[in-house]
């Protein structure tokens, strides 16, 4: 199986930043995307952005010129830093990561994989 360990977040005042990190491991032979979503009790999961293993980049459009997605591929992690908070950014950022990695059979087998979600709190 893949495993996402997110890190960073927290308390931050309005107009400050904040960092995000999401590392995959496992037996990956591949990370197609990774990115960052928001879910609100009830609702489906909102992109806030991504990013491929080629560099293609989606941002939710009320964070463009403030958050910047980049990953690492060699270290299976992206990043999300967040500048210029609101306080409507505060929310749980879960991680996600697909591609495909070696199952316990040792066959090629695709994962969609989710964070345990990671709590970023912008006061006003």
């Known amino acids: 199986q893949v495993q996402l360990v997110e890190s960073g977040g927290g308390l931050v005042q309005a107009g400050g930043s904040v960092s995000l990190a999401c590392s995959a491991s496992?037996?990956?032979?591949?990370?197609?995307?990774m990115g960052w979503y928001l879910q609100a009790p009830g609702k489906e999961r909102e992109l806030v952005a991504t990013?491929?293993?080629?560099?293609?980049?989606n941002y939710k459009d009320s964070v463009k010129g403030r958050f910047t997605i980049s990953s690492d591929n060699a270290k299976n992690t992206v990043y999300l830093q967040m500048n210029s908070l609101k306080p409507e950014d505060t929310d749980v950022y879960y991680c996600?990561?697909?591609?495909?990695?070696?199952?316990?059979?040792?066959?090629?087998?695709?994962?969609?994989?989710w964070g345990q979600g990671t709590q970023v709190t912008v006061s006003s």
């Open positions: 990013i491929t293993n080629t560099g293609k980049i």
């Open positions: 996600n990561a697909y591609g495909i990695f070696t199952n316990s059979g040792n066959f090629p087998e695709v994962f969609d994989q």
């Open positions: 496992g037996r990956i032979i591949t990370i197609n995307e």
